[in-house]
Every structure is written in C-alpha cells, then in structure tokens.
C-alpha cells in the first residue's frame, strides 16, 4: 500500500510538469492552430536561463525562487517577440508554414543554449528550504515534488479563473471555438494571439524552470520534453487546458505504474499506444470538442497558389541529361549526395501527395520511408534474398504499413490525423527500437550493401535516379489523373464530394498506401546508400524533415518536393561542413525563406510564373 | 466551381518575395557547391563525433584534446615531413548522418584514415563503412565489445576499454563484498544493457550464490526517476548496479540521495566515477559507490601530469576522460603513420597491428588478432571531496586492459558466432 500511495504521487509530481508544457501548448494551438514544435525549446531555454539567474543573482536563498519567477518572464517576452516579429508576418500564409517557422525557431534555440551555457550536462541548484525529504508511510519523499503538488493545482485554478472569469480569457475561449467569428465581431486577434502566445510559453518557461532542480539540464530537453508533450495534448483534447491537465495525470500515473507492472519492450511505446487508442475511440480527445468542418489544418492546405507550371518537354529532357551527365563530372562524394538527394525527394513527394493534394497532413512519414530501408535490409539478411529483389519488394513492405495504420488514419482529418500518424509512427519506432533479436534494436542492421554489380557509386546513382524518376513520375501521374483530381475535391469539400457518392475514405486510404509506396522506395535507396538502417529513420526528427522540404518547395508545386529536398540536403551538408553552429545557420536560412517566399520556393515561381503569363495577355 | 485563388503575398511591410532575392540566391547556392578538395599537401584526418545530440555533453573537452596533439605534431614539425590536419563532422548522434561524413571525408576531402565516434551505433556504422569501403578506422570511445569482437574486421581499431573489460573489473571487486541480492537500473540501449550482461556473468561466476531481485530499464534520455527509486525501494536489494548515462544519471543520482535510496543499497557504477559523471553532480555525488572512472588529479606518473598540465592550460579546464582518449587515439594514429613511413592503408594497418605507443599513462598496444587497444581503467570508490567542490575517487587501482581482455582463441569464438 505504501509503494502504491508513493508511487502515485511521485507520477502526480511529474504530471504537473507535464501539465504545464501542455496546457501552453494546448491554449497556443486551439487559438492560433500552430502546432508549436518551439514549445519544448522555451522550456529548455528557461531551465537553463534559470539556473543561470539563481547563481548570479545577489538575494542569497531568495535567488532560486526570484530566479522561478524571473525566467519564464524572459522567456514569455522573447515568445510574444517571436510572434510579432515572424509569425504574424506569414498568417496568411498555410498554416503549415508556422509549423515550418516553428521548426526554425527550435534550431537557433537550440543553437544558443549551446553558444550560451555549452554542451556539457549540467545540473541547476536545490531549492533552499525545499531540498531535504519527509517520509510518507516510512518511505522518504522530496519536499520540492510535495511542494509542486500543491502548486500545479493552484496553477490549473488560477488558469481556470483567467480563462472563466476575465474577458480575455473569454475571447481566448470564443476564439478557439469558432475563430472566424471573433474576428468578425471586431475583437483584434493580432494581440489576442500575442496574448495567448505570451501566456503559452510562459507556461512552458515556469515548467522548465521549476524542473531544475530535479533533472539535468541538457540540450536535448527540448525535444524529449515535446513529444510527450503532444500526447498530453492530444489525449487531453487540443485547445483544451483542463484537457491537458486530466492527459497529464493519466500520462503521470501511467508512466510510474509501468515501472512497476510493465515488460520493457513496452516502456517506449505505452502512451503512443494509448495516444493511438484515444485518437481512434475518440479522435477530439477526452475533454475536447469534435472539430467543426472550418479551422481544420485542412483548411489551409487548399489554397492552390498561382497556376500550375508546365514546362515544355524540352525542359524535362534537358534536366534529366544533367542528372545523367552529372556524376561523371562529380566527385564521388558529391554522387552520394545526389543519391541521398534522390532518396529524400522520393520520400518528400510521396509526402507531398499526402499533404498537398490529398490535405492530409502527417507528422509520422518517416515510418513508411523507416519501413522501405528496413524491409530492403530484412528481407537481404533475413530471407537471404539477393540485393535486387529486396529492393523491388522492400516498397511493398512500407505500403502494407502504410494500408494497415492508413485504415485507422483516414477516419480522421486535419491536425488529428496528423496526430493519429504521429502515434502509428512512434509505435513503429518503438517496435524496431526493441525488438533486438529481429531488428537489430538500436544497433540497427550493418552490411546492407548494394550488390556487386551495382556498389560503384555512379553504378548504384543511375539505379537511384532510375528509381527516383519513375518514382516522382508516378506520384505525378496520380496527381494528374481522374484519381487525383477526386482527392482534391475530397480535401477542399469532403462533404459535397461524400455527397455525390464519391467515397472520400477509400480514395484517402488509397493515397496513404501509394505515398507509404513511394516512401519506402526511398527509404530503400537511402538503406543501400548508406549500408545500414538504423530506427532513427523512423523517428520524429525524421517526419519533421520530409515535411520541411516539401514546405520548403511549396505543397502545391509538383516540382517542389525534389526541389525542397535537394535545396535542404545541400544546405545542411554545406553548413555542418563549415560550422559547428549548423542549427542556428539552417534555422537562420529557413526562418528567411519562409518570410521570403511564404508558398514555397517552387510554389513563388509558378505563382510569379501565372501572373506574368496573365500580365502578357 | 473553382475555388478563389488568393491575392499574392506581400509580406508585411517588408516585400522580400521578388524576383530579384530568388535569383540572388539560386546564384549563391550555386556558389558555394562545388567548394571541392584544395591543396593535397597535410595529411588529413576525418574526425566524426556526436558534438550535437544525445552525447554532446562528453565530446567538446575529447576535441579540446585533439586539437591539442594536432597542435604539438605540428610545432614538432608533422609527420613524414607534412603537416597534420584534422577535419571534425558532427554526426548529431545518428549513425546515418556519420555515414553522410564517413562518405564526404573519404571521397572529397581524401582523408587518410577517419577517428572518432561516441556513440557505440554511431561506431558500428562508421566501422562498417571503413570495411566496405577499405577505409582505416580508429575509434575511440564506442563502447560496444562488438566493434572488435563480433563485428571486428581488418580495418577497425578501438582505444577505450569495452563494456566487457570495464564489467569484469567492477565484477571481480563486486565478488568481494558480502551482497548477494542485486537489482540493475540502465537504459534501455545496447550499451547499457551490454555493460550489464558481462558484469553479471562474471560475478556469477565468481559469487555463485547471488540473485537477482530487480531489473529496470527505462528509456534512455528520458529517466523520471523518483518510480524506478520506489520500485528499488521495495524490492530491498542489497546493492543496485547502475548503468545509466549522462543526463539520466544525474537526475537518478539528485532524486535518489532525495528518496534515501543511496542509504539502503549499496551502488556499483560503471563510468561513473569519470569526471563527465561526477562532476555535473556536484557536492550531490553519492558516497561510497564501487565505480569505474579516471582520477586525473590522482595520478602521480610525471608524463600525466605533464599532460594534465599542457590540456589545463589549452583548454582551460580539467580533463575528463574523452580528453585521454582523445589524446592517446591520435597519439597512436601518429605513431602508426610514422611507423608505416606512409598513409597508404594497407601500411597503416600492418603498423597499427602489434603497435606500442608511449602515452601519459604509460604503453599500450593494439592486440594484432582484435584490434582491441590495451588501454585500461581505474577502478574505485567515490568520496565527496569538500575542497574540489565534488566527488571524487579513492583507493583507486589502475587495471590494465591485459587482465581483462578475453585471449585470442575466445576472440576468435565470438567472431565465428557471429558469421
């Protein structure tokens, strides 16, 4: 009975952390429908800043708690600079496109942390009059944890009281309801997202900086708190804070009862399961509200910009001799380049029919173009089948993945789907993460060399753009048939499209099956390029990057997924060569382009393109 | 009907969405490309290494040390008469991002040989990429026993001792202490699981009456320690083996001293009596653990201290042990070259078979038949040490790896298993 009562407060202790990054996340998005990927770098950002100010500032024991107060402050103002100065330039811009300035802005944080406070691990000061334990039931407890015991509720009521009884928090409420209809009614919602912006990372800074006394600052905080973070979110409802607090506690709870009760081949993937299983019962969340057809992420993905490009043939033929040309004149290294170009234009534009045309977003394709690499590798080391056929057959393996968790993703839209593939995504992760005897575990699979005959590089580049350009003309063929005209007008008008008896599900699930196809091509050139699959390539970090190049091209642009990919892929190589501070480099140069060219760098041409043909009569 | 096409952006105030600024920057892009190979004079050396990521706590003060033997090769006038020149790539801690630099060093740059790596799946890959590939590969903190064991090959080298040879040092001490009910906390990882399996086997072997009561594995970089420390709790071990890594320990440690956990077991650490562990930590490191780790301020021998001393005043810190390793791994890829009198490969690696180097904490060679350096560890116990503001180790033996390291036949065993 002990160990229950003291196991549960100590998961109730780290869901009120947890509570307090997600009900910031939670506010922002249901009022701004970001998806704040920079959510977790503001947490980080102020552990550090506070454990800086605890030292420096001159108030004896009084400093830690000044320091409490002060950073998440800091934070909060450099948050609402954030979004006057970049955000509010492209709103009008798809939405996508935040979560692609987010993604910037996780970069340079995450770059500064290091110039500012250094790589090393490092550990911030003890509360004063909070740093020793009482025993409950004969176990010794922390008094800091008793202590944010009763804080987080305090908070979560203070937060109920702003949201219920101020007129700010209503318009905060009203705008996350139906957003269109504040606007209409004369509120001004600049300041009301600045406002809500300000109060989320706030919230994110006061979680980072009470948590350092309890864990170790790192510079990968940001991105382990935020996973996690989504799944409170999600499981909670989005735009729900309240939500979030019951998502925290039941992720808090479940989280130190699995210590005692759970194998650890399930430890990783416990709440994707139950992220998963929340979003297929009841995809709005447990406290949320079922999305009304306006103010989907879908919404955003259907203003097709400009007209669409057609290029003579004679363009086609004359690129695709440079391609043929091209690895002759190359050095070696930049022909593997190109191959890994290749490979990540597959998997972009097999995302981009997902995204662009089919108005699915996915935050989890990562897992088909994982399932393509590893299937190649399984099937040459497993089934012992010579190199070339694991090639062939390795898509087939991504596309059955992609069919099987597409059924359940397809009942969804917008940013719930997007959650739903995020969940399949990190549950395949975890799968190959752990099933050492199968997949290798995190030690991945090694030897997966091209055959003989194909293992030079030029050799192993022309199979690579045979494969890529097949592959990219396939998916454009689908984008230019009757097929993938229907999924157009399934993502700009579901409804009417349901109502002429087109089945919007079976046509969304076909397309989910082709681009997990196309992806696993691509993770299959990718496997034998590098020799090796490892789970990282289903990872999040690798979702993220597929859709930063199609974003990066333009989502509408047909030509902007392989466009994005080499434009990434060669400024990533290009930078890591040069600097240590690649990330803020790279999110320097996003952050650019996206203000820049806030359609994308292919979708800008087409859209200049269209209006000088218009202005030419 | 078609759907409204909307009214082009003008970006706020600032319209940077124009003709011009795209064409500015396709012409850039296009500049900065083919930035190809220049002068063919130094001898370069590829260096790949977590220096973002998951391990980017430990690799700065290894790259200081780097730098440091650079420097020293260099004022002595190089090697084989050329300069020496070595180009660091960040491989964010993800093995696919190691090949990408494996591939640009090799092919582009024209490295002789490439060092290196952190991570244990980040040395795998490497390593496999220099066998297919022909490429020397020294590497020199993964500590995975596979990299010159099961899949060692002729072109993989290893400096740092392995999980085996650190989990059979801790073993053979552990044996002498009275405790036979153990519990395990490490990460869920290879190398956390790995520097718990030989450990085990050994004491096993040695305390045949011991069992186990406990075993946790959480996520690795994503410890929440206080419920692993009441499930420890209650499962009353007599001492708990600790395999955790960087972050995850610390937050283990200041949660565990918190919940009394330290005063009820007894704890063995592996790696965690070097300073990256320690020192984090604080006046918070826990007393009295059996650990392995690396009392620099300790050792006596004057070409340490010498050593101690030159890394203090370069890098403006104190060495932790990826500084040693850093140092000793490029020590001994001079010492090849000037063995070999050449880069070639081939020579390379018929110098470094059998090689003896002369470093600051005396010789160590690289057993011909495993490629496995002879480097060793310090074994101890931990104290806090009021004065330095930390915790640091005490009645410490140095174990040279030659004690530890299976022979050649047992090598040769584990090699055949896994083909």
Same mark, same amino acid.
């Given at each position: 009975m002990a160990l229950f009562i003291v196991q549960l407060l100590t998961g109730l202790a780290n869901a009120m952390f947890l509570f307090l990054v997600a009900s910031g996340l939670s506010l922002i998005f249901g009022v701004t429908r970001i998806v704040n990927f920079a959510h977790g770098s503001f947490y980080m950002l102020a552990a550090y800043l506070a454990s800086s100010l605890a030292a420096a500032l001159p108030l004896g024991p009084a400093s830690f708690y000044a320091a409490v107060v002060l950073a998440p402050l800091g934070v909060a103002l450099l948050g609402g600079l954030i979004e006057v100065c970049l955000l509010r330039r492209i709103?009008?811009?798809?939405?996508l496109y935040q979560v692609l300035l987010t993604f910037a802005v996780v970069l340079v944080i995450g770059d500064a942390v290091k110039f500012f406070w250094g790589t090393e691990n490092r550990t911030g000061p003890s509360p004063p009059g909070l740093s020793g334990s009482v025993p409950i039931l004969g176990q010794l407890f922390p008094t800091y944890d008793l202590a944010i015991l009763l804080l987080g509720p305090l908070l979560a009521l203070g937060l109920w009281w702003v949201l219920h009884r101020t007129r700010w928090g209503i318009l905060i409420r009203a705008a996350t309801s139906d957003r269109e209809m504040v606007g209409a009614l004369g509120v001004n919602q600049a300041w009301l997202f600045t406002g809500v912006f300000v109060l989320g990372t706030w919230l994110a800074g006061l979680a980072g900086a009470l948590q350092m006394p309890r864990v170790a600052l790192t510079t990968v905080m940001d991105s382990t708190v935020i996973v996690e973070t989504f799944v409170v979110v999600v499981i909670g409802g989005m735009g729900s804070a309240f939500g979030a607090l019951l998502g925290a506690v039941l992720i808090g709870v479940l989280q130190a009862f699995g210590i005692l009760w759970l194998p650890r081949e399930f430890q990783l993937a416990i709440i994707f399961i139950l992220m998963a299983a929340v979003l297929i &019962?009841?995809?709005? /969340?447990? &406290?949320g509200r079922p999305e009304t057809e306006s103010g989907t992420a879908g919404e955003a993905l259907r203003r097709e910009v400009g007209g669409r490009l057609r290029p003579p043939r004679w363009v086609w033929a004359g690129i695709l001799l440079a391609l043929m040309v091209l690895p002759s004149l190359l050095p070696t290294f930049y022909v593997w380049v190109l191959v890994e170009i290749l490979a990540f234009a597959l998997f972009a534009g097999s995302l981009q029919l997902l995204v662009g045309t089919g108005g699915m977003l996915s935050f989890g394709h990562a897992a088909y173009f994982g399932l393509g690499a590893y299937g190649a590798a399984l099937l040459m080391k497993q089934a012992a089948l010579p190199m070339p056929v694991a090639f062939l057959l390795a898509p087939l393996v991504a596309a059955a993945a992609a069919l099987f968790f597409g059924a359940f993703c397809v009942r969804l839209s917008g940013v719930y789907f997007a959650m739903l593939t995020l969940a399949f995504a990190q549950i395949a992760f975890a799968v190959v993460h752990q099933w050492y005897d199968f997949t /290798? /575990?995190?030690?991945g699979i090694l030897g997966v060399w091209p055959a003989a005959s194909l293992a030079a590089p030029v050799r192993y580049y022309y199979l690579a753009l045979l494969a890529a350009v097949c592959g990219l003309s396939a998916l454009w063929r689908v984008t230019g048939s009757p097929f993938g005209y229907t999924l157009r007008a399934a993502r700009d008008h579901p409804r009417r499209c349901q109502a002429v008896g087109v089945n919007v599900r079976s046509h969304r699930l076909l397309a989910f099956g082709v681009a997990g196809f196309f992806a696993g091509l691509g993770g299959a050139v990718f496997a034998f390029a590098k020799g090796s699959v490892f789970p990282d390539y289903l990872s999040m970090p690798m979702s993220v990057q597929s859709l930063v190049m199609v974003l990066l091209g333009g989502i509408h642009a047909l030509a902007g997924a392989p466009v994005g990919a080499a434009v990434y892929k060669l400024l990533d190589i290009v930078i890591t060569k040069y600097t240590g501070y690649w990330q803020a480099v790279l999110g320097g140069i996003l952050v650019f382009l996206v203000v820049a060219f806030p359609h994308g760098l292919v979708g800008f041409v087409q859209a200049r393109w269209a209006r000088m043909r218009a202005s030419l009569g | 009907m078609r759907h409204p096409l909307p009214r082009p952006i003008r970006s706020g105030k600032l319209a940077l969405a124009s003709w011009p600024v795209f064409g500015g920057l396709v012409v850039a892009f296009l500049l900065v490309i083919p930035s190809g190979a220049g002068a063919q004079q130094p001898i370069r050396i590829g260096e790949v290494n977590s220096y973002t990521g998951i391990a980017a706590g430990f690799t700065l003060p290894y790259r200081q040390a780097v730098e440091m033997a650079v420097e020293e090769i260099n004022a002595g006038g190089g090697l084989l008469g050329r300069r020496v020149e070595v180009l660091f790539r960040d491989d964010k801690g993800n093995p696919a991002e190691a090949i990408t630099h494996a591939q640009e060093l090799v092919f582009g740059e024209k490295v002789a040989l490439l060092a290196g790596t952190f991570l244990s799946n980040v040395g795998l890959a490497v390593s496999d990429f220099a066998r297919q590939n022909k490429v020397l590969f020294v590497a020199a903190e993964p500590l995975t026993e596979a990299l010159t064991w099961s899949r060692g090959h002729r072109y993989a080298f290893r400096v740092r001792p392995n999980t085996h040879s650190q989990g059979r040092m801790l073993a053979e001490r552990a044996a002498k202490l009275p405790y036979k009910r153990w519990a395990v906390i490490g990460p869920n990882y290879e190398y956390g699981r790995r520097a718990w399996e030989t450990f085990w086997a050994r004491l096993k072997e040695l305390k045949p009456d011991v069992q186990l009561v406990g075993e946790h594995w959480p996520t690795l970089g994503k410890i929440e320690p206080g419920g692993y420390i009441t499930a420890l709790l209650s499962q009353q071990p007599q001492a708990v083996y600790v395999s955790l890594f960087g972050s995850d320990w610390i937050a283990f440690a200041r949660e565990a001293s918190k919940r009394g956990l330290f005063q009820k077991a007894f704890f063995v650490g592996i790696l965690l009596g070097e300073p990256e562990y320690m020192e984090p930590l604080k006046l918070e490191a826990p007393e009295g653990m059996l650990v392995t780790g690396y009392p620099w301020y300790d050792i006596q021998a004057p070409a340490h201290k010498d050593f101690v001393a030159k890394f203090q005043k370069r890098a403006d810190r104190t060495p932790v042990v990826g500084s040693l390793v850093g140092y000793l791994t490029f020590q001994s890829i001079f010492e090849a070259i000037r063995k070999a009198g050449s880069t070639d490969t081939e020579k390379m690696v018929a110098a470094l078979e059998g090689l003896k180097v002369e470093t600051p904490i005396g010789p160590i060679s690289f057993r011909p038949f495993d490629h496995q350096s002879t480097m060793g560890a310090w074994v101890g116990t931990t104290k806090l040490d009021a004065r330095r503001g930390g915790g640091i180790m005490v009645n410490w033996e140095y174990v040279p790896g030659e004690k530890v390291l299976p022979s050649e036949a047992e090598v040769r065993k584990m090699r055949e298993a896994a083909q």
């Open positions: 709103y009008r811009a798809p939405e &019962l009841r995809p709005w /969340g447990l &406290l /290798g /575990g995190d030690n | -």
